[in-house]
């Protein structure tokens, strides 16, 4: 996020042992979240965008048609999905 780059600047600037220490922390954590929370964070974006234009993109009387042409359909987006 933008608030730890700007405390690693500020780190940086001061150049004591502790906040020498204290950057690489900041490093850390920063890589661990970019390595996990921005991934799964996409996935999951891209994941409800892709339900969303499954859902809008489908004909009117489709979307309007009631049991089974409409179950069926969302089976076919959920198999895209997965692969």
């Known amino acids: 996020s933008f608030s730890t780059l700007w405390l690693s600047f500020l780190m940086i600037q001061q150049n ?35 339900h969303y234009l499954a859902e809008t993109a489908r004909p009117q009387p489709l979307q309007e048609s009631a049991g089974g042409t409409r ?13």
């Open 16 to 50: 004591t042992q502790a906040h020498h220490f204290m950057f690489h922390l900041l490093n850390l954590k920063g890589y661990l979240n970019t390595q996990v929370w921005v991934p799964a964070f996409i996935w999951r974006w891209n994941q409800q965008r892709w």
């Open 71 to 83: 179950r069926d359909t969302r089976k076919s987006s959920q198999l895209c999905l997965s692969h």
